[in-house]
């Protein structure tokens, strides 16, 4: 069975920096994209950036500039590189995956548990 499993969220003061990670593990035999979204207290999870599996990104256009993401196909691993973050930046951050598992043909989409980035004023 494959997971998901975030790191990297923590406390940083605007205009800093911070770099999560997404690393997708078990019975996977293809990923075809991996993404961060946010979700703040009271609003909707919504997307901050995705890759797919040729490299193709798109951003929100509130972190276009800022944010960077990238992967690693061999650790099955995506970064959300985060820098001149502001306070409305503060959310947790959910990575998803979608991948086919091993002997499967259909396409899952696994969420890890989020991680909580805290932008202070």
């Known amino acids: 069975q494959a997971k998901v499993a975030e790191s990297g969220g923590g406390l940083v003061q605007a205009g800093g920096s911070l770099r999560l990670s997404c690393a997708a593990s078990g019975n996977i035999f293809r990923i075809y994209a991996m993404g961060w979204y946010r979700q703040a207290p009271g609003k909707q999870r919504d997307l901050v950036a995705r890759i797919t599996r040729d490299g193709s990104t798109n951003y929100a256009d509130s972190v276009k500039g800022r944010f960077t993401i990238s992967k690693d196909n061999a650790k099955n691993t995506v970064y959300l590189q985060m820098n001149s973050l502001k306070p409305e930046d503060t959310a947790v951050y959910f990575c998803?995956?979608?991948?086919?598992?091993?002997?499967?043909?259909?396409?899952?989409?696994?969420w890890g548990q989020g991680t909580q980035v805290t932008v202070s004023s």
């Open positions: 998803d995956v979608e991948l086919t598992p091993e002997h499967d043909v259909r396409i899952y989409t696994l």
